[in-house]
Structure formats: structure tokens, C-alpha cells
């Protein structure tokens, strides 16, 4: 059995995180590099993600982290990076966490795409287009960070493109793009004989305040002990929020177009399992005509 606790060794592995500086891609970064691979941090911020590596080596002095930049709110930076990223070597494990959470005000990306949608779907979605030819090549395992708030969404041309503004409503819809595009690339992957493999992983209910402190790391949050003992009981750190994720990247009994969680309470903390998805998140039709948007957007087909 998997144990979140004893990752196998994985010396001679190198896996590529994005927003790996912060909360659950920092924590993947450092479990990862524990167990011996080898980690390409990517991030927008150099200095946060060179803090972000100082306190990996604090914990382990040997671990072998290189920081790439990337902002995948701007899609001049994505391809750049992707340039970079495939010259580097092949990679075993592509694990594309970076995320936003917008504001009450409508902000944009670079491009001129709401910054939800922009930076955690299309973003990943140019990133993952630009080296797929590599990523088929090494047989990489592509994961895609999930969330549970995919279930209060939909995927129709109102929603990717709606003409009001409402932030909850939009980061549901950024996260079911996200995990709809994993399945879809999975299928598609499978029916290309492709080496590489897609799959959706979910950190359920994972808060700061529940989360230990990292020297120089935006992962901690102060909370009063009352609270954190009443959220303990529904809620995890990102620490352990993290579980789901690395092992989606590393565990290959896990199947292509598999949806790995926590295995607890409505999926909101636990360890990591293979948990069901709501159907609508892998609904072919409406899949396909994300992709497709999504590569008239950014100018970057997928191509098997």
C-alpha cells in the first residue's frame, strides 16, 4: 500500500512543479526532494522560490531543487518556459499545481483573460501544449490540481466566457476546466498510444492555519487554538494537502484518467485514494469544446 508517510526512493526522477514557492506545491516540492528526485521549481517570484528552496535544504541539505521562471498569467512567459523546461532533459512528472484565487473585482491576465481562468486553466493548458511532443516522448505522468468546487460548476460558453463578474463562481469554473481538460487529455493521450499518462489530483480541505511553518515560505497561517481545533476536524494542512498530488506524480499503479483525493469524510482530508468524480467533469462533448477554445485563445494546439 501507498504510504504518504515512506515515499519510495526517487532518485533519478525529475519532476516539474509549478508554483512550487508556496502552500501545497511548496510542501509537494519538499516531499518530493525528501525521496530523491529531482525538482524543478517553477514560479512567477525567483526570489520567493529561491526562499522557497533554502528551507527545502534546511530539511534536506542534499535535495536537488532548480528554480525555473514562469508566469502562466502570461502566456510569452509559458512559452519561454517551455522552451527552457524542454531543454533541461526529460521529464518523469509534470505536476501542474499553480494557482489563483481572484478578488471581488474582475482582474485579467496578461493576455486579457479573467485571472482565474487564464492562470489555472489556460496557462497549464499552453504550458502542457508546448512540450507535449516531449512529454510523449519520456512517458512523463501529467497531473493537474483538482478541487472539490468542481462539482458547483459547468462547463458552457456562458460560463468560460460570462458577461458578469462573480469570483466563486469563477474559480469553480477554472478548477472544473482544469480537471475536465485532465480527463479529456487522458482519453486522448490513451487513444494516440501515447507514453505519457493524465491524471487529476485534489488536496480536499487544506488551510494554513493548519499547516506547519516554513522559514521564508507564504505557507503558514496564525489562527487562534480554538479554531484550528474546530477546523482539524473537517480540514487538513497543506502539508498533507499535498499527499494527493505527489502521489498522483509518482505512484503508477495509479491508472491514466485517474482522480486521486483524500480518502476521508466528502474527500475533505485524509490520505490519498482514488476517489470518484461528479460526471459532468468527464462529459466528452464538453471537454472537447474546451480544448478547443482553449487553443483558440492561446494559439497552441495540442498535438499528438
Not at 531543454?87 to 482565474?116: K, Y
Not at 474559480?171 to 480537471?179: D, G, I, M, N, Q
Request: aromatic share 6%; charged share 20%; glycine share 10%.
Amino acid at each position: 500500500m501507498w504510504n504518504p508517510r515512506v515515499l519510495p526512493d526517487l532518485t533519478g526522477r525529475r519532476i516539474l512543479v509549478t508554483g512550487g514557492n508556496a502552500g501545497l506545491g511548496y510542501f509537494a516540492c519538499e516531499q518530493l526532494a525528501a525521496a530523491g528526485a529531482g525538482v524543478v521549481m517553477a514560479s512567477r517570484n525567483s526570489q520567493k522560490a529561491l526562499r522557497a528552496v533554502s528551507a527545502i535544504r534546511a530539511r534536506h541539505p542534499d535535495a536537488d531543487v532548480t528554480v525555473q521562471a514562469l508566469d502562466l498569467a502570461d502566456l510569452s512567459s509559458v512559452r519561454a518556459a517551455a522552451d527552457a523546461i524542454a531543454a533541461g532533459g526529460p521529464l518523469t512528472g509534470l505536476l501542474a499545481n499553480a494557482g489563483v484565487v481572484g478578488s471581488a473585482e474582475r482582474q485579467t491576465t496578461a493576455d486579457g483573460f479573467e485571472l482565474q481562468f487564464g492562470t489555472n486553466h489556460l496557462g497549464h493548458y499552453a504550458l502542457i501544449a508546448h512540450l507535449l511532443p516531449t512529454l510523449t516522448a519520456a512517458g512523463t505522468r501529467i497531473v493537474h490540481l483538482g478541487s472539490i468546487s468542481h462539482r458547483w460548476a459547468r462547463l458552457t460558453p456562458n460560463s468560460l466566457q460570462p458577461s458578469s463578474y462573480n469570483n466563486a463562481r469563477a474559480y469553480a469554473t477554472s478548477k472544473l476546466a482544469v480537471t475536465s481538460f485532465g480527463f479529456e487529455l487522458a482519453r486522448r493521450l490513451e487513444l494516440t498510444d501515447s507514453r505519457a499518462t493524465s491524471v487529476v489530483a485534489h488536496p480536499g480541505f487544506s488551510l494554513g492555519m493548519l499547516t506547519p511553518e516554513r522559514p521564508g515560505v507564504a505557507a503558514h497561517e496564525e489562527a487562534p487554538r480554538w479554531r484550528q481545533r474546530v477546523m482539524a476536524r473537517v480540514a487538513q494542512g497543506k502539508d498533507h494537502g499535498a499527499w494527493p498530488l505527489v502521489r498522483a506524480v509518482t505512484d503508477r499503479s495509479l491508472p491514466n484518467g485517474a482522480y486521486c483525493g483524500p480518502d476521508g469524510w466528502f474527500q475533505l482530508k485524509g490520505d490519498p485514494t482514488l476517489v470518484p468524480v461528479k460526471a459532468h467533469a468527464r462529459e466528452r462533448n464538453a471537454a472537447s469544446r474546451l480544448i478547443d477554445l482553449s487553443a483558440a485563445l492561446t494559439g497552441v494546439e495540442l498535438r499528438f
